[in-house]
């Protein structure tokens, strides 16, 4: 956790403009900077680092690493395949999301809400821990 953020304090900027041109692509609307345009022109939406898909990259790597240990399971080449694509899905539903809250301003209060984040964090949960499993599956379900 503390390197994942050292590290983002350097590189925010052009991570949130990596960030805000997916987002507005799939939105199909404008963008400046880390600025989006709302999909129904209602105004424009800005990513700030606490939103970012990058936010939970660390997140996806520790679990992968205690469950792949705590399993007994012996790192090889595949494992990194298995990273990349738990990498990739929490990306993907983190850029997902901010296309979601971007809709609309409804949405936006919706996805920002404490249930909206419970939902959002348990999806990316399930999806973390199963793609860790399924890496040390071997091991975790000959027990």
């Given at each position: 956790?503390?390197?994942?953020?050292?590290?983002?304090?350097?590189?925010a900027?052009?991570?949130?403009?990596?960030d805000?041109?997916?987002?507005?692509?799939?939105?199909?609307?404008?963008?400046?900077?880390?600025l989006?345009?709302?999909?129904?022109?209602?105004?424009?939406?800005?990513l700030?680092?606490?939103?970012?898909?990058?936010?939970?990259?660390?997140?996806?790597?520790?679990?992968?690493?205690?469950v792949?240990?705590?399993?007994?399971?012996?790192?090889?080449a595949?494992d990194?395949?298995?990273?990349?694509?738990?990498?990739?899905?929490?990306?993907?539903?983190?850029?997902?999301?901010m296309a979601?809250?971007?809709?609309?301003?409804?949405?936006?209060?919706?996805?920002?809400?404490?249930?909206?984040a419970?939902?959002?964090?348990?999806?990316?949960?399930?999806?973390?821990?199963?793609?860790?499993?399924?890496?040390a599956?071997?091991e975790?379900?000959?027990?």
């Open positions: 956790m503390f390197w994942s953020r050292l590290l983002f304090q350097f590189f900027g052009p991570i949130l403009e990596i805000a041109a997916f987002v507005a692509s799939m939105l199909g609307t404008a963008r400046s900077g880390n989006v345009g709302m999909g129904d022109g209602s105004g424009t939406m800005m700030i680092p606490e939103c970012s898909s990058f936010t939970n990259l660390s997140l996806g790597f520790l679990c992968l690493v205690t792949t240990q705590w399993a007994g399971h012996r790192w090889s595949i990194v395949v298995w990273l990349i694509f738990a990498c990739g899905m929490i990306l993907g539903i983190n850029t997902a999301r979601l809250t971007g809709v609309s301003k409804a949405n936006y209060d919706m996805i920002h809400s404490s249930w909206g419970t939902i959002f964090g348990m999806v990316i949960l399930v999806v973390i821990f199963s793609i860790s499993a399924l890496s599956r071997r975790l379900f000959t027990r």
